[in-house]
T-cell receptor, first 113, second 115 residues
Framework: DAKTTQPNSMESNEEEPVHLPCNHS???????IHWYRQLPSQGPEYVIH???SNVNNRMASLAIAEDRKSSTLILHRATLRDAAVYYC??????????????FGKGTHLIIQP | DGGITQSPKYLFRKEGQNVTLSCEQN?????MYWYRQDPGQGLRLIYY???????QKGDIAEGYSVSREKKESFPLTVTSAQKNPTAFYLC??????????????FGPGTRLTVL
């Protein structure tokens, strides 16, 4: 799987939007962009995924650059419960989705009250 | 409630002993996975299984063994050959499909400490 680069940590205030960047300059045409997050002392949970178009769900939005070399996870109104490590992961579509995920160190998001 | 259970939450063992971590899912998923996480690091894949009675090594399989006799169960044994077994172990499951965006569902993890 291609490599992703994320900032080690970011800080935001409660009830403000948060934009978490991810660079993936070596992304291939068949790579999906996935985001997971891990709350303290818990297992990761799926947040969102996309291929080319921007995506929205109840948790977040995913904005994908036109050249797909970067993407941004957007939390529209951060709460204290959003404090977690956020992982940006690329998955090759041809993999069938039954092999493992490759996690980097992710971005530690700190929310200030 | 459907989900993944891992037990126990905390486990202590003496050096040189084998230990088996439990993972059970009632999501009817075909694929199951074991990951290891060290402090401040991301998860690393130990083993995965796409179907009963079959499994594949991940990136760090040395010193670990698994079995997949039932669809809902995927126990992990940390053997005495694993040089640094103290870590947070996470189990996950997913459906098996034709697309790679199949979401993985994770359990709460087992924190293993070898004394």
């Amino acid at each position: 799987d291609a490599k992703t680069t994320q900032p080690n940590s970011m800080e935001s205030n409660e009830e403000e939007p948060v934009h978490l960047p991810c660079n993936h300059s070596t992304i291939s045409g068949t790579d999906y962009i996935h985001w997971y997050r891990q709350l303290p002392s818990q297992g990761p949970e799926y947040v969102i995924h996309g291929l080319t178009s921007n995506v929205n769900n109840r948790m977040a939005s995913l904005a994908i650059a036109e050249d797909r070399k970067s993407s941004t996870l957007i939390l529209h109104r951060a709460t204290l419960r959003d404090a977690a490590v956020y992982y940006c992961i690329l998955r090759d579509e041809s993999g069938g989705g039954a092999d493992g995920l490759t996690f980097g160190k992710g971005t530690h998001l700190i929310i200030q009250p | 409630d459907g989900g993944i259970t891992q037990s126990p939450k905390y486990l202590f063992r003496k050096e040189g002993q084998n230990v088996t971590l439990s993972c059970e899912q009632n999501l009817n998923h075909d694929a199951m996975y074991w990951y290891r996480q060290d402090p401040g690091q991301g998860l690393r894949l130990i083993y995965y299984s796409q179907i009963v009675n079959d499994f594949q090594k991940g990136d760090i399989a040395e010193g670990y063994s698994v079995s997949r006799e039932k669809k809902e169960s995927f126990p992990l044994t940390v053997t005495s050959a694993q040089k640094n077994p103290t870590a947070f172990y996470l189990c996950a499951s997913s459906i098996v499909g034709t697309k790679s965006y199949n979401e993985q569902f994770f359990g709460p993890g087992t924190r293993l400490t070898v004394l």
